[in-house]
């Protein structure tokens, strides 16, 4: 079996250590930007979405929409998630505690580089697959090996190297159509970084152009067949 980080004190001991309240703080306003600008308008008001690999709750807590999952292995996840958010603890490569066809929307967001192979991240798609409404969407950004190259390394718990291009395959290959593939988005990661202003970053959503220069990470968008 191959080796990965499933070990939820483990998961805890890195994430603690990796996100200071402040980082974390930050990381919330940050989202709180990026759901507004990018994820929102693609998110129904009656809409039932899963966060995969949810971390803090970033995303799904600025989410606003009919019903909240969210999924993860650390059990700290839950003293950030809004208490109207519904966790699942949970391995994502295993049968999701969810009936077929009840989700509009699985985003992830730096997620799928902690699976320790490939076939964990088949095994991830084919739930996503079953749950997702046909037409539901799956949202995946993540970083891309392409531009990180070494830096990708930097992180214990990095194991499976993607780019748009190999995870547009993979959705292919598992009950998606691509609907989207762009190879350069966010910058590659918060960690040791400014927290710039909110002004900042919508600016630099609003300006693709700023993308080809600083984006590291991918956004990758696919519909369930």
């Known amino acids: 079996m191959s080796m990965s980080v499933k070990d939820p004190a483990e998961?805890?001991?890195?994430?603690?250590?990796r996100f200071?309240?402040?980082?974390?703080?930050?990381?919330?306003?940050?989202?709180?930007?990026?759901v507004a600008e990018?994820?929102?308008?693609?998110?129904?008001?009656?809409?039932?979405?899963?966060?995969?690999?949810?971390?803090?709750?970033?995303?799904i807590n600025q989410v606003r929409?009919?019903?909240?999952?969210?999924?993860?292995?650390?059990?700290?996840?839950?003293?950030?998630?809004?208490?109207?958010?519904k966790f699942l603890f949970q391995d994502c490569s295993e049968r999701w505690a969810l009936p077929d066809r009840s989700l509009d929307v699985v985003f992830t967001s730096n997620f799928f580089e902690h699976l320790p192979d490939k076939l964990?991240?088949?095994?991830?798609?084919?739930?996503?697959?079953?749950?997702?409404?046909?037409?539901?969407?799956?949202i995946a950004i993540g970083p891309n090996i392409k531009y990180v190259q070494g830096a990708y390394w930097?992180?214990?718990?990095?194991?499976l190297c993607l780019t748009e291009a190999s995870l547009?395959?993979?959705?292919?290959?598992?009950?998606?159509?691509?609907?989207r593939a762009i190879p350069r988005f966010l910058p590659y990661t918060t960690i040791d970084q400014p927290a710039y202003p909110m002004a900042f970053v919508r600016l630099y959503l609003r300006l693709p152009l700023l993308w080809r220069f600083f984006g590291k990470q991918f956004l990758v968008i696919a519909a369930r067949k």
Do not use: S
Not at 20 to 34: C, G, M, P, S
Not at 39 to 50: M, N, S
Not at 69 to 85: Q, R
């Open 154 to 159: 930097d992180f214990w718990d990095h194991f």
């Open 120 to 138: 964990a991240l088949k095994l991830t798609l084919l739930e996503a697959a079953r749950c997702l409404k046909p037409g539901g969407e799956l």
């Open 168 to 179: 547009g395959e993979a959705l292919e290959n598992n009950g998606f159509v691509l609907r």
């Open 65 to 85: 929409c009919g019903t909240r999952y969210a999924m993860d292995l650390n059990p700290k996840a839950t003293e950030y998630l809004d208490p109207t958010v």
């Open 38 to 59: 990018v994820f929102q308008p693609r998110i129904g008001p009656q809409a039932a979405v899963l966060d995969l690999g949810c971390g803090y709750g970033e995303f």
């Open 20 to 34: 200071k309240a402040e980082r974390i703080a930050y990381r919330q306003r940050l989202w709180q930007t990026l």
């Open 11 to 17: 998961l805890q001991g890195i994430y603690e250590r």
